[in-house]
Structures are given as C-alpha cells and as structure tokens.
C-alpha cells in the first residue's frame, strides 16, 4: 500500500524541445510561460520532438500582440496538403497586461525576449519565455571560469568524503 501515494509522471508532462544557447549567450532576468497557437499538424510533430528553438526571438507588435519568430517545426511525417509552413510566425497567448509590461521593458532597457523551452503541462503545449540581456564576451568567459571552479570544488569534495 506504500506505493500507491507515489505520484507517476504522467504521459501529458515533459520538455519537448530546449534552446540550449540561451544561458550561454544571454543573462536571464525573468521566465514567463505562455501559451503557443499551432496548428494540428504541428502539435503532432512538436510532440514528436521535431521542433527547434535555438534562433528564435519574440517580437511584441503594435497591436500589442507577441509572435513567436525564428523557430522551426519540421512538417509532419503523416501530413498531407494540410501540413504546414514550418517557420511561419506563431502567436503566443499572454494577458494583455503581461505584454504591456513585458513591451515596455524591451523598448528601454535594451532587453530581448528569447524562447527557452517548449513542454506539456496537462496535455497543453506552453513556451517559457525569458526576458533576456545579451551577455559579452568577457561575460561569458566569467561564467564558463565560474562553471568550471564550482566543478572542481566539487570534484575535491566528493573526492575528499570518500577517503
């Protein structure tokens, strides 16, 4: 009976793509998590892991709405003529307040707005989003020092617990 309070992962959660060179080239101010709107085709392939983020930005228009822009989704392997354009622009669903704040910050700090990952939550698909500034190169040269040191303190002392 101890087993049965374990929650199980269900098949409706998980990370289906990531943008691995954001924390790498940006410093990351705040995470937001929207909604994406795609099509049928693209919410299968998505699922199927054929989507990339890597090159992808936000962009807020005048009619204070938020694109998704850059990012690709391969077409779907099943898809017939109603398979779709795999880097068109795809709309991302924030409350209006929420994109106001969010246009506001990157018309005067100079910041950007860079997708992080796409995961399931409940079957849904979400983007987290993060309101980003573009590190230089010393920046990244301090963060991959500062990497490495916590990695040897902690080579020393898992290696010095184990005498």
């Known amino acids: 009976m101890a087993g049965k309070n374990k929650k199980k992962k269900s098949s409706g ?9 954001a924390h790498r080239d940006f410093l ?4 937001i998590e929207a909604g994406i709107v795609l099509t049928g085709t693209e919410v299968k392939s998505v ?3 054929h989507s ?3 090159e992808g930005y ?5 009619h204070m709405e938020a694109w998704l822009i850059g990012c690709t989704i391969q077409p779907y392997d099943h898809g017939n003529v ?7 622009e795809r709309k991302l669903l ?5 994109i106001a704040r969010l246009y506001g910050k990157i018309r005067e700090k100079g910041l950007t707005l860079i997708p992080l990952k796409i995961y399931l939550v409940r079957g849904k698909i979400k983007i987290k989003i993060g309101l980003a500034k573009g590190k230089n190169v010393v920046d990244k040269r301090d963060t991959i020092r500062r990497r490495e040191a916590d990695r040897d303190s902690q080579r020393a002392m898992r290696n010095h617990n184990h005498r």
């Not at 936000?58 to 005048?62: E, G, L, R, S």
Request: aromatic letters at 2%.
């Open 13 to 21: 959660e998980g990370v289906l793509a990531t943008n691995r060179k």
């Open 28 to 31: 990351i101010l705040e995470k």
């Open 47 to 49: 699922k199927q892991g």
């Open 52 to 54: 990339s983020i890597q």
């Open 58 to 62: 936000v962009h807020i228009d005048d």
């Open 82 to 88: 109603f398979n779709h354009n795999q880097t068109r």
């Open 94 to 98: 924030l409350h209006r307040k929420e």
